[in-house]
Structures are given as structure tokens and as C-alpha cells.
């Protein structure tokens, strides 16, 4: 299987009868729209087979380092502006300079924490014309693929987290983030889907750097950054709608972090506690606990009964 990663390709799934030989891997395009799908790097080549998510100034896919030995699975990240007729031209050098910062980040992160994804390979390709569609340059990052599942996942399939479940998760999750403050950096997206669970070791993994923040000199100003982030768990200085917006420091992924605890403990989205920025959320939380532990209650005395 191979996977085209030009946007909006009509048919992006590509089957061959024999597989090609590994010295034509240059040469094999999408029958659909010409994409080459063999992605030539600065360290390697990279077969997409599938797609993973996409979000609005990219994607990522599943894929294989086909230079490794083994033939390792890897995570393609592809940036995508050129054809998004919403971002205006202002922010083309915000977006690129962020992917630009995850990859600076991953690189040094990854090799020396052992719970964020390795960098592999950043490059940019330049996409030959298709349709209306003029020639097209796009930025690519190739990271360290987690086999596992993130928290939000873990989350609906075994519902709410035990106390001794969330003390497991910071004990794992509150080094990462040190040892990530210690090196100047502010991840600025915490939340369940950007924690993986390896499933060989049960290790939590922190992963998208997409947002992450280099603190030069002690510039932590907002405004001069690009402010990319999810709502419901972003701490209150990096919400644009606050008077009080201004500058973020490491303890704007502890504020993160706690929203997360919440989520995981309680079961439900953030979303129901941010009014008033989370004032309350005691009320909330003890409510959905309250009426979880009584339901349990109710379940064994129908048990009881039928016994």
C-alpha cells in the first residue's frame, strides 16, 4: 500500500501488483495526480502507508523508513498552508517558523528524554502541478513511531481514570515536562490526545510539538508568537479573548496538565468546566464523581439481588 500526501488527491490510496524494486523507489508517482510516493529526504526515503490525522495546517501518516534496517515504522508530518485560502499571507512565516520550532525541538527532546518521538528526517518537496494546482512546495518532519494508544482513546474504551491511575500518569508525565522547561521550551498543547501509551512498555510518551515555545532571553510575549492551541485546556493568558493575555511561562503546562487530571478522573471533556476559567470545576467534578459512584452502588445491589 502507498499513500498519496498531496492534499485533496481524489484517490490517494495506491496499489501495485508486484512490489517495486527497491532502486525505482524514486520513480513511483500516484496514479491519480502524479504525487511521488516515495518521499526522498535529506536521510532517507519514505513510503506513506496510511493516514493517521490531519488538522488545519497539516497532516500526518504512517509510514515506513524504507533506508533502515528493519525497515522501521515511522510518522510523516506534512505542513500545509499553500492551499488553505484562510491563513492570510501574515501568518505563512508564523506557521512555517512553528513547524520549524518542532523540529528544532525533536531534535534535541527526543534523543536526550526517552519520552518524546526521535526526529528522523526534515526536509522539504516540491509537488509537481495537478489540475488547477501550480507546482507546490511542502515541509515534511519524520518522527519516532509509538505503537500504543493516546489517553483521550484509552479514555473511551475503559472510561474514567482510578486515583492510583491519575498519581501513575503524573509521576510519568511531570518529569517529561521538567526535564522539557529545564531546556527553555513550553510544550503549550498538553492534553489526552498528545499523550501515547506504549503498548510494549506502558510508557507514556508526549508527543505534537507543533505549538511548542522557545523561551530566547526570557521572551515569553504571546503576541509575538503564534498562538496555536487547544481552547479547553490552554490556561487563560493564552486565550485570545482574555484582557489579561500576555505572556506564558512553564507554569501554562501545569495549568494544561491539571485540565487533563480533570478530564481523566472525572471522564468527561474540559469543555463543561470553562466557564468563568475553570472556577468551577469542584462543583462540576464532584457532581459526575458523585453521581458515577452511585451508579456503582446501584449496579451492585441489582447484582446482589439477582444473586
Not at 220 to 235: C, E, G, M, Q, R
Request: glycine share 6%; net charge neutral.
Amino acid at each position: 500500500m502507498y499513500y498519496c500526501t498531496r492534499p485533496h488527491c481524489p484517490s490517494p490510496e495506491n496499489r501495485f501488483p508486484d512490489s517495486p524494486d527497491s532502486h525505482t523507489k524514486s520513480g513511483i508517482f500516484c496514479q491519480a495526480c502524479g504525487m511521488p510516493l516515495i518521499l526522498k529526504g535529506r536521510k532517507g526515503h519514505y513510503q506513506t502507508i496510511k493516514p493517521l490525522g490531519k488538522g488545519g495546517f497539516g497532516a500526518t501518516f504512517q509510514a515506513i523508513d524504507l533506508d533502515s534496517v528493519n525497515q522501521r515504522q515511522c510518522v510523516i508530518k506534512r505542513l500545509n498552508i499553500n492551499d488553505n485560502p484562510e491563513i492570510a499571507d501574515k501568518l505563512v512565516e508564523g506557521i512555517k517558523a512553528a513547524f520549524d520550532r518542532e523540529a528544532q525541538a525533536l531534535e534535541f527532546l527526543g534523543d536526550n528524554s526517552g519520552n518524546i518521538p526521535t526526529l528522523y528526517d526534515y526536509f522539504s518537496l516540491t509537488a509537481p502541478a495537478f489540475g488547477q494546482q501550480e507546482e507546490l512546495e511542502f515541509k515534511y518532519l519524520v518522527q519516532q513511531y509509538i505503537q500504543g494508544e493516546d489517553l483521550s482513546q484509552e479514555l473511551r474504551r475503559k472510561g474514567r481514570f482510578s486515583e492510583t491511575e491519575t498519581l501513575d500518569f503524573l509521576k510519568q508525565i511531570l518529569p517529561i515536562l521538567q526535564f522539557i522547561h529545564d531546556q527553555n521550551s513550553i510544550h503549550r498543547d498538553i492534553k489526552p490526545s498528545n499523550i501515547v501509551r506504549e503498548t510494549a512498555t506502558q510508557k507514556l510518551f508526549l508527543i505534537d510539538f507543533g505549538a511548542v515555545k522557545q523561551v530566547v532571553s526570557g521572551e515569553t510575549n504571546i503576541k509575538k508568537s503564534l498562538p496555536i492551541f487547544t481552547k479547553v485546556y490552554a490556561s487563560p493568558e493564552q486565550r485570545p479573548e482574555e484582557r489579561r493575555i500576555g505572556e506564558i511561562y512553564p507554569s501554562s503546562d501545569l495549568y494544561s496538565l491539571a485540565v487533563t487530571c480533570l478530564e481523566l478522573v472525572t471522564g468527561t471533556t474540559p469543555v463543561d468546566y470553562l466557564d468563568n476559567n475553570y472556577q468551577n470545576w469542584r462543583q462540576q467534578a464532584s457532581r459526575i464523581i458523585l453521581s458515577t459512584g452511585q451508579k456503582i452502588e446501584r449496579e451492585k445491589k441489582v447484582v446482589i439481588f439477582q444473586i
